[in-house]
């Protein structure tokens, strides 16, 4: 597993928190606890991560293709 170190510069950590309060807040969850906008961060970090990865594997996964001379299209 890996671990993650999160660095917020300390002039950014109020519109940080204030982001990801809103986001919980739109989820219906009001005033949440800092742990609960930690939890929230972790996961959306989490879900770049895949995305990223995704992304990567689907590019190597064409290259590798077209060096078959096989296309491939995802839509």
Not at 41 to 55: A, C, D, E, P, Y
Not at 56 to 66: F, G, H, R, V, W
Request: glycine share 4%.
């Amino acid at each position: 597993m890996a671990q993650i170190t999160f660095n917020i510069p300390n002039e950014q950590i109020g519109r940080v928190k204030n982001a990801y309060t809103k986001i919980l807040e739109s989820n219906g969850i009001s005033n949440p606890t800092n742990e609960q906008l930690i939890d929230e961060l972790k996961s959306q970090i989490g879900k770049m991560i895949n995305r990223q990865t995704r992304k990567t594997e689907i590019q190597e996964a064409k290259e590798i293709a077209s060096e078959n001379y096989i296309d491939i299209s995802i839509t």
